[in-house]
Every structure is written in C-alpha cells, then in structure tokens.
C-alpha cells in the first residue's frame, strides 16, 4: 500500500496560482483514479478533481477551467495546477486513492 505526501499548498492572493504535487511511495501505475478533496473551515471535505488511469478527469463544476489535475507514472506523483484562485478555495487539501489519504497541505488565498 502506497503512502502519499503533498506538498506545494501556501499562501496566495486572489487571483494567484499554486501547483500541488502528490508524491506516492510507490508506483500508481496500477491505481484507477487519484485524485483531491478538500475541506475549508466548518465545512465538509469536497471532492475537488480527480483523474483516471487512461487520463480522463473530473473536475468540480466550481474549479472548472482553472485548475487541471495530471499524472506522472513514471514519477509516481499526481499534480493540482490551481489558476486564478478564489478565497473560497480556501481549505485543507488532501490527495487520495481509493486506498490511501495523504495528510494534506493547506491552501490560503486571500482577497
């Protein structure tokens, strides 16, 4: 069973970009889907994008055509590219499997 790491969360303003990175301790070749939630304050953990093995994605209706969400096999680490960000993208970013949560990495954006 991989584990998982994020990293890349900060603080930004309004209108700034971030890229998250999720590193696995081993290959996801293999994993059908990974992906991101997140959970903003006082407020239940949302699925945010996630993306399949043969590439396909799926994106929150209030991220879409701001973030994109990729996948490096051979490094074994999945990405968040995160434009244009909002205050309310605001929140505690986690990266999963169907197996595994990371830690996550928080994301502050200020207006």
């Known amino acids: 069973q991989v584990q998982l790491v994020e990293s890349g969360g900060g603080l930004v303003q309004a209108g700034g970009s971030l890229r998250l990175s999720c590193a696995a301790s081993?290959?996801?070749?293999?994993?059908?889907?990974m992906g991101w939630y997140r959970q903003a304050p006082g407020k239940q953990r949302e699925l945010v994008a996630r993306?399949?093995?043969?590439?396909?994605?799926y994106f929150k209706d209030s991220v879409k055509g701001r973030f994109t969400i990729s996948r490096d096999n051979a490094k074994n680490t999945v990405y968040l590219q995160m434009n244009s960000l909002k205050p309310e993208d605001t929140g505690v970013y986690y990266c999963y499997t169907p197996d595994v949560w990371g830690q996550g990495t928080q994301v502050t954006v200020s207006s």
């Open positions: 993306i399949y093995s043969g590439g396909s994605s």
């Open positions: 081993g290959s996801i070749f293999s994993i059908n889907y």
